[in-house]
């Protein structure tokens, strides 16, 4: 539906989590006694999962590698590989794992990339603002999307403003994480449904691109995958290199790079991002 990915933006701010009314609605109907402590400890067990997840912080300090191995010291299979990143970068920065991950630290390493960097914050915010035009023509309404273009513009111009640091875009994440990750979601699923004859193919458990994105990218809390990030990297030109820790042999991490094609003379710095099963971090290489 048109507006839909600013309808499910809007209810983070509006309306409980999907878990919660679901929760709430299950005990507003009678139950045997039975069932109803085995929904009380599912719910309590969801409650404990959210408090964690929202203790931590969106995006955290650097910090050096060696919290991955004390991390991992328990799980010897991810160790060679953890060795074999200390060769190749230095640190990383944490993001929480709420599902909009990959968005923020896309975003963040962006944002953190372009503070003091005149030429390159221009270029990114002309594309930006073009980004508007841009989703109305994939279908949405202005009416729906024009807000978190505005407010996507504005953390641009405090980017750029006189004594805008590293700290600026730790200001920007903690007032705007909610406007940034939705902006984000609406322009990942306008490109992908503008391109969807380039990636309808690539689709496996889903009948289109309209209901890849429906179901897979317009919702908050829905982990971002090959496709979220092709398009998102492929409308801002910002290269992105996931590199990829898991258990399969040797110690050299896999790396994927994307990135618009035909840019080689891409004015953007590439944002490395450590990805583990369902989460992405910040890495910063050597």
Known sequence: QVGCVSSACRRVFLRPSSA????????????EEGAQLEDADIQAHEQEIRDETEAAPLVGPIEPLD??????ASNPGFLPKIAGLGRRFAALRRTRPDG?????????????????KAAPLAAFTERAKASLDFCLGAGYERVAL??????????????SAAGASKATVDEILAECDGYLICWARCLTSAYLKVHAEEYVAFLSSHSSIVEFCAQEVDPMQKDADHLQIVA??????????V????RSDGDQAAEHMFQESGKADCPFETVHLLYR?????????L
């Open 67 to 72: 919290g991955l191995r004390a991390q991992y």
């Open 20 to 31: 919660r009314a679901a929760a709430s609605h299950r005990f507003s109907q009678p139950m």
């Open 277 to 285: 099963p369902g989460h992405y971090d910040i890495i910063y290489p």
């Open 232 to 241: 998102l990297s492929s409308y801002f030109g910002v290269p992105v290199c």
């Open 146 to 159: 024009e807000d978190f273009h505005e407010e996507f513009l504005s953390c641009l111009e405090r980017l």
């Open 243 to 246: 590199v990829y820790l898991d």
């Open 100 to 116: 909009n991950c990959f968005y923020r630290a896309y975003i963040y390493g962006i944002f953190e990339a372009l503070v003091g």
